[in-house]
């Protein structure tokens, strides 16, 4: 057999070697992970659509806003960027590796003594060269980009989501400071009446300068109030105007306009935990890590086996055309070792992902789970409290009455006061406590990440 056979059969049975599978596990074919049948406490199964859920407290302002701040959050453009780079890592990577290259001089030469013309000689030359993927190296090179490419999208996503639950919590937020400034100075209203009386009592000996100071120090102190109110109502303003990439001013002044709180929307539904596997898009980033750290794999495992690389060039010198073409085999015998510790290293971060997707997946039925817990107590609480703030501005109304008349002493007077404003106060938390946890038992699920 002539040394051309001989190479024909090895670049034949090379390719043939190549028309095999990948190797290393199949990204494409990841376990289908275990999950619960249903939730601690599902109601139902109606799962939440992917939509804009903060519709649904009906407050034009707070859609506006998000609106307005989706297109222009740094988080939001970060994360689009991480986006780009990844399609950009996904457009670098292909089946065959090819390169070509090409080199060319010219130049003088003199040749025989002196009196002889100097000559001069031009060469080219180009070379190329082509790498045959044979055991699907550069094939999980490329799944491998293209799921970072996935994660990348659904790490998008959830920022989007993360920085959906910080608005509506910061803007829940200055709505609550500002029903409490104004509670506080409903008060302070009060308050400086029972003054009033408790100066006229005491300026014809009803009542006592004792008396008048304790019902200052009531006044002074719900007056001390609202600075505080007024510091945390602009913490939150500011905090909008940095999440919204907004001019802090105008916000503020469209936030002064109105003051309604949010109220908590009926619902939601929850779907079941198997429904997380697609809504949540931290899910979907892990199970795409998990998918690009097996084809890493797939890239080490390749890496161990031969690789064959077909090259030619063609050259011209002084008119003379020389061409050559054939196939190389490159052995990876010398670096074995390194070779294999990086198997052994891209397996142990392949596990390490899988490790991650399922505890991802746990921590999603968590998430559920307990904003569901909560959204359901803290409702029952607000609906509690709204019920003893009521009876509390009755017996309020009861005590000043019988005060007026001279029928209940001044303590009593100012311990109903005093009751009345820190139970509707702590209606009002109540209350906001229930609607934000409605935003995140949402966002739990998924709802709002497209």
């Not at 999208?153 to 104004?182: F, K, N, P, S």
């Amino acid at each position: 057999m002539t040394i051309g056979m001989h190479r024909r059969a090895l670049l034949g049975s090379v390719l043939a070697l190549g028309a095999c599978a990948a190797v290393g596990p199949d990204p494409n074919a990841l376990p289908t992970p275990a999950v619960p049948a249903g939730f601690a406490e599902g109601e139902g199964t109606a799962t939440p659509a992917p939509t804009a859920f903060w519709s649904g407290y009906n407050d034009a302002t707070l859609n506006g806003l998000i609106g307005q701040g989706m297109g222009q959050s740094f988080d939001i453009m970060a994360a689009g960027e991480r986006i780009r780079a990844a399609q950009a890592d996904l457009e670098g990577t292909a089946v065959l590796a090819s390169q070509l290259g090409g080199t060319g001089t010219a130049g003088r030469e003199r040749s025989g003594g002196d009196g002889i013309a100097a000559a001069t000689a031009n060469t080219a030359t180009l070379s190329a060269s082509v790498v045959f993927d044979l055991f699907g190296g550069a094939r999980r090179a490329r799944e491998g980009a293209r799921a970072s490419l996935q994660s990348a999208r659904a790490d998008a996503q959830t920022v989007r989501l993360a920085w959906l639950a910080e608005v509506i919590a910061a803007y829940a937020d200055a709505r609550l400071y500002q029903q409490a400034l104004a509670l506080t100075r409903d008060t302070i209203s009060a308050r400086e009446g029972t003054l009033e009386v408790t100066r006229n009592s005491r300026s014809v000996g009803i009542a006592t300068e004792y008396d008048v100071a304790q019902t200052e120090a009531l006044l002074q102190t719900a007056r001390a109030d609202l600075p505080n109110y007024e510091a945390q109502f602009n913490a939150q303003v500011y905090r909008l105007s940095t999440l919204l990439n907004q001019q802090s001013a105008p916000l503020m002044a469209q936030m002064r306009g109105r003051s309604a709180p949010l109220r908590t929307p009926p619902g939601p539904g929850t779907g079941v935990p198997a429904d997380l596997l697609r809504s949540r898009p931290d899910i979907r980033a892990a199970q795409a890590d998990y998918a690009a750290a097996l084809a890493a794999v797939g890239v080490a495992t390749a890496d161990l086996l031969p690789a064959i690389q077909l090259t030619g060039t063609v050259s011209d010198s002084r008119g003379a055309t020389n061409w050559g073409f054939g196939p190389g085999l490159s052995l990876p015998v010398l670096n074995q070792g390194a070779l294999q510790a990086t198997r052994a290293r891209r397996l142990s971060e392949a596990r390490e992902a899988e490790i991650a997707w399922k505890s991802a997946i746990a921590a999603a039925v968590e998430d559920v789970q307990t904003a569901q817990s909560n959204l359901r107590r803290y409702r029952q609480r607000a609906a509690t409290l709204d019920a003893a703030a009521a009876s509390y501005d009755r017996a309020y109304a009861l005590a000043r009455q019988n005060f007026e008349e001279g029928a209940l002493a001044l303590v009593d007077l100012l311990e109903a006061d005093r009751s009345r404003a820190s139970a509707r106060l702590a209606a009002a938390q109540a209350r906001n406590a229930a609607a934000k946890e409605w935003a995140t038992l949402q966002i739990a699920t998924g709802a709002g990440s497209r």
